[in-house]
């Protein structure tokens, strides 16, 4: 039996790596301009970056959690400490044990167990998501957060959800110094008054752990504003419709600190309606919270120097938080305007670092950079397209990453490429930036740019086609040769072909006759199928399809309709897809789509003999690095693909752009080469979970359980045989932590669950 065991362990070991194509990777090398190495490379970008300190893998340094606005992305960088020097490295494993939110996600400890917990904003309401963690992130479902209105009172109604203005930023803090944290943030869009939801927790006699929200100022400060200037010791309605009309609503941000050392909280009040220095700084005249006019005495306009000021973006994402390791706090502010109707948003240079070489209570802020962790990356700004090509004709792949570039700069209206000359090998890419205005195309004025190459013309060079955002296709003629390309305009309607919107193409022999066919996709998130009849010298591009293999990527939502009778539910299109197609080859004439969206994954299909058959997705070309799930990586919004083998193994790669302006890069690591079919694992729970002692297995089935208990490095701590609901004695024997259970009978393969071991 114990043969037969192991051979199953094998067999399901196997199956495992089968499932998995692709794994995030950081192999490939980027230089800047000068060949040095960005050390961040493959990030992703920051575009609206809020930042929160928290100690992943628990070794006494504080690493950094992002959550960026664009694509509502969480990053993590752990602080890695080599030769007594500590900086940041990006650690995308840790993302994933975060839910989704939007507006704002950020780390506060609430129930002062040392554990910061999650805040976030999600649809309408502010949750809150209790952090549990033994060894791995690990947050208990979020709850909506309330408060009583104690100041508009209403009896049938007293408690309000905890107010967030759509592009404005709270402050999470305990504003009273009573040990319980409080939420500060502005009644609305059009006034600049500030809320102050009160944690009463302590004020109630309650443990932290019960926290619950009071309203005891709507008018907090006496803060206000008059025409386009802020005002102290105003008159208050508390009414939370502000009468005064505005242009356009406004982003308002805050940060509470001590800046003079006499143990109240002073205030940065961050405005979009400043153009020059957005901030004010509202000094606190009383130690004790006095609610209302009498908290702040004096407001500077000028707090920053003037060459400081002119960097700051507006309305500025305000943190307070030691990055250098010093002991001492600094000041980061950051891009956290999206309005790009009515601002122009800093997406380079938007992460500003202020040292502090004073005290927390009494800082000194200097300015040390503008481009923190940012500046480490491939960072262009907005939306970023790439695509491999061997543009110097040395049989390795270079890169070329077509860009909207910084918003605040370009407006969004003169993309341009930007080259990465692979100076390493076919194997081992080291990529060097070599021109930041490849072919001169930013006098063209093109918007949404998709770059695609191939020998079009049959003359064995690389021709250049470039998907628009109006739907249409430029082309450019490779009129050099293939070791030294010079680019010619040729037309910007490329054989008549057009979609609806967000033109994005890619050329590949798609029906195997030796000729470039072109895979087009669109705003509508289909893929175009144009097949070429001509010939390679003089290709000739027919339509076959607008929706090749029944692919749309746009996102499926649950949407209830009236009907005759009653109401029913319907899946519906949540938007527009905006895809983006590549091909990967495998051997034996295997090949998948890759598809970027608007949603911000990567769908992939595989691709059957029949073209006109519906395209099959595979959902199990990534594993959790710490769970070995089966999932598909969020990597922000709007991606593109672009598929090459780089590390020359054999097996395809692909580098990934998105909207925040950078790229992530995952490495090929198993050649799909045939479609077997492996059955679903069957679940089973683990009772109890968390365990400081026993705990048993319940399944369906009435077979011998095999099981394996493993840490996180994969390494088997222990095994077994059991039954259904009989007591399994390990927990003793190991140290708190987190372990994964493995289970299977001779017949069955089970899904390995998460087992939690804490004393």
């Not at 000359?421 to 205005?437: A, L």
């Not at 539910?569 to 034996?588: F, H, R, T, V």
């Not at 199990?620 to 990597?635: F, G, P």
Request: one cysteine or more.
């Amino acid at each position: 039996m114990k043969k037969l065991y192991l051979l199953s362990i094998i067999v399901l070991f196997a199956f495992n790596l089968k499932a998995q194509l692709f794994e995030i990777s950081s192999t490939p090398v980027f230089r800047d301009e000068n060949g040095s190495v960005l050390s961040l490379a493959l990030a992703g970008g920051l575009n609206q970056p809020q930042f929160s300190p928290y100690d992943f893998n628990q070794d006494g340094k504080m690493d950094l959690f992002v959550f960026d606005r664009t694509g509502n992305k969480a990053l993590v960088f752990i602080a890695v400490t080599v030769k007594g020097v500590t900086n940041y490295r990006y650690e995308p494993s840790y993302e994933d044990f975060f839910p989704k939110g939007e507006q704002f996600m950020q780390l506060h400890d609430f129930d002062a167990d040392g554990k910061p917990d999650l805040w976030m904003y999600l649809v309408d309401s502010v949750f809150l998501y209790k952090n549990v963690s033994n060894t791995l992130p690990q947050f208990e479902a979020g709850k909506g957060l309330f408060a009583f209105d104690k100041v508009n009172y209403v009896s049938w109604s007293p408690n309000k959800k905890l107010s967030q203005v759509n592009g404005c930023l709270p402050a999470i803090y305990d504003i009273d110094g009573d040990s319980d944290m409080d939420f500060i943030t502005n009644l609305n869009s059009i006034g600049s008054k500030i809320i102050f939801n009160c944690n009463n927790s302590v004020e109630l006699g309650n443990p932290l752990s019960e926290i619950g929200f009071t309203i005891v100022d709507k008018c907090y400060g006496g803060v206000d504003e008059f025409g386009a200037d802020i005002i102290i010791n105003a008159t208050c309605d508390y009414y939370e419709a502000y009468y005064k009309q505005k242009k356009h609503t406004a982003s308002k941000t805050l940060l509470f600190f001590d800046n003079d050392g006499d143990g109240d909280n002073d205030m940065f009040f961050g405005s979009s309606e400043r153009s020059t220095n957005p901030i004010y700084f509202l000094e606190n005249g009383k130690k004790d919270l006095n609610y209302y006019k009498d908290t702040f005495i004096s407001i500077d306009t000028s707090f920053f120097s003037a060459a400081d000021e002119a960097k700051i973006p507006i309305a500025p994402a305000m943190f307070y938080l030691d990055v250098n390791f010093d002991g001492i706090k600094d000041l980061i502010l950051a891009n956290n305007e999206q309005d790009r109707r009515s601002y122009a948003i800093h997406e380079t240079d938007n992460v500003l670092l202020f040292l502090n070489s004073g005290t927390d209570d009494t800082p000194i802020f200097n300015l040390e950079r503008t481009d923190f962790l940012a500046g480490d990356m491939i960072d262009l700004g907005g939306r970023v397209t790439p695509v491999f090509a061997d543009i110097d004709g040395d049989g390795d792949q270079d890169l070329i990453l077509a860009t909207s570039g910084n918003h605040a700069v370009t407006g969004d209206t003169t993309d341009f490429l930007v080259y990465y000359q692979n100076v390493g090998t076919s194997t081992s890419p080291d990529f060097k930036e070599m021109n930041t205005d490849f072919i001169a195309l930013k006098a063209k004025e093109y918007r949404g740019m998709v770059p695609a190459f191939g020998d079009l013309d049959g003359d064995a060079d690389l021709d250049l086609l470039l998907g628009k955002q109006d739907g249409t296709i430029a082309h450019y003629e490779n009129t050099g040769s293939s070791t030294n390309p010079s680019f010619t305009f040729k037309t910007e309607t490329f054989s008549s072909i057009t979609v609806d919107g967000n033109a994005a193409p890619a050329l590949l022999d798609m029906n195997n006759d030796g000729k470039l066919d072109m895979l087009l996709g669109n705003y509508g998130g289909t893929v175009v199928y144009y097949t070429n009849t001509g010939t390679l010298n003089a290709p000739e591009f027919t339509w076959v399809t607008d929706s090749l293999g029944g692919i749309v990527v746009n996102e499926l939502i649950s949407q209830r309709f009236l009907g005759d009778t009653s109401f029913y539910d319907s899946l519906i299109y949540y938007y527009y897809g905006n895809s983006a197609p590549q091909i990967i080859d495998y051997e034996k004439g295997v090949r998948c789509l890759a598809v970027g969206c608007d949603e911000g994954n990567i769908k992939i299909f595989d691709i059957p003999s029949d073209l006109t058959q519906d395209f099959e997705a595979i959902t199990d070309y990534m594993k959790r690095s710490y769970t070995n799930e089966v999932y598909t990586k969020d990597w922000g919004k709007n991606t593109y693909p672009a598929v090459a083998d780089i590390t020359g193994d054999g097996i395809s790669d692909m580098i990934i752009g998105n909207s925040r302006g950078g790229i992530h890069f995952v490495q090929g690591k198993e050649k799909r080469t045939n479609r077997i079919a492996i059955p679903d694992p069957i679940s089973f729970r683990i009772v109890p979970n968390p365990t400081n002692d026993k705990f048993a297995v319940y399944t369906s089935s009435n077979e011998p359980l095999f099981y394996t208990i493993s840490n996180l490095s994969g390494q088997v701590l222990a095994s077994g045989s059991t039954l259904s609901g009989a007591a399994i004695n390990h927990g003793l024997a190991l140290p708190n932590g987190i372990y994964f259970v493995s289970l299977q009978t001779t017949s069955q393969q089970f899904a390995t669950q998460k087992l939690i071991i804490t004393k």
